[in-house]
């Protein structure tokens, strides 16, 4: 399984970045995928989720009318649109899926392959 992310960058706050992350060797089709961010010196926290067939989504409290996380299973890519960016968005952003099939989760430990992440910062 690989994963594939970009769209990072810089960016003044209040401002907009769309990530891409693209995925090779599962069925994606069947597989969830979520978002997550970590900034220096802070743990790996969730970010937002989608599910296999992009019918239920959920964000970090944080995030919530802000970011929007969609898939397009025909082309094997899960975006996050980012909008209204803070400084506290700053982090490397990371792609990720679990191993096992039809599976959505919040939690940092139910995920098994990771992007190599794209560094956001959000100046102020």
């Known amino acids: 399984v690989q994963l594939q992310a970009s769209g990072g960058g810089l960016v003044q706050a209040g401002g907009s970045l769309r990530l891409s992350c693209a995925a090779s060797?599962?069925?994606?089709?069947?597989?969830?995928m979520g978002w997550f961010r970590q900034a220096p010196a802070k743990e790996r926290e969730f970010v937002a989720v989608?599910?296999?067939?992009?019918?239920?989504?959920g964000y970090e409290d944080s995030v919530k009318g802000r970011f929007a996380i969609s898939r397009d299973n025909a082309k094997n890519m899960v975006y996050l649109q980012m909008n209204a960016l803070k400084p506290e968005d700053t982090a490397v952003y990371y792609c990720?899926?679990?191993?096992?099939?039809?599976?959505?989760?919040?939690?940092?430990?139910?995920?098994?392959?990771w992007g190599q992440g794209t560094q956001v910062t959000v100046s102020s």
């Open positions: 990720a899926t679990p191993r096992q099939a039809y599976k959505a989760s919040v939690f940092v430990t139910d995920y098994d392959f």
């Open positions: 060797g599962l069925s994606f089709t069947t597989h969830g």
């Open positions: 989608i599910s296999w067939s992009g019918t239920s989504t």
